[in-house]
């Protein structure tokens, strides 16, 4: 039986990233959609916040992108080419996107590496360390109902693939891959102080 990583149209380990460092835009943004298929996982309409912002800024980044897709090459490229401009909706948009996929990467690597704790808590966990920071006092308690509405662990993973064993090693392959990309892009976006004032 094929586990959820052999479904998904990109996994982040496939997405090119050059000598420089640039990202590929289009095998990046089909790898962040699986993220969002991953919350369909979690069975819970409350985590509809996390989908819905998401899909949002994907698209977003995908729109400039096919504006001028030699210039939407990389993702690195779209910033710099809204960095003298006035109006930075993919860079905003590449901005959340990024603190989204860091939220659930911290969250999946803390149940990895925690057999015993629920996912419940590790989603928690990391949203007190990554997303909590920049959310206004009426979005936390949306994230913070959603955070109580996972699934048992057990349940989840089941989800994932029959045979746990391989689920736990493409899960970390996977997570490897998806924090050397995230690291790339906030190191990025923080280099040339690109996400000020968004």
Not at 103 to 120: G, Q
Request: charged letters at 25%.
């Amino acid at each position: 039986m094929p586990t959820y990583f052999d479904t998904l149209q990109r996994n982040f380990k496939d997405v090119s990233v050059d000598a420089n460092q640039d990202i590929d835009t289009t095998e990046f943004l089909e790898a962040a959609e699986g993220v969002v298929k991953m919350f369909d996982l979690l069975e819970s309409t409350a985590f509809g916040v996390v989908q819905n912002d998401m899909t949002g800024n994907i698209v977003k980044i995908r729109t400039r992108q096919l504006e001028n897709p030699d210039a939407g090459k990389t993702l690195q490229v779209i910033v710099l080419g809204e960095a003298t401009g006035s109006k930075k909706t993919a860079t905003q948009a590449l901005l959340w996107l990024t603190r989204g996929l860091h939220f659930t990467a911290v969250a999946m690597r803390r149940n990895l590496d925690n057999k015993e704790e629920e996912l419940s808590s590790s989603f928690n966990k990391a949203y007190t360390e990554t997303l909590s920071k920049y959310h206004s006092m009426l979005v936390r308690p949306v994230f913070k109902l959603a955070m109580k509405a996972c699934p048992w662990r057990k349940a989840f993973y089941e989800k994932l693939g029959d045979d746990l064993a391989t689920v736990d090693e493409q899960l970390d392959a996977w997570l490897t891959a998806l924090e050397k990309i995230v690291k790339i892009i906030q190191d990025f976006l923080e280099s040339g102080n690109y996400a000020k004032g968004l």
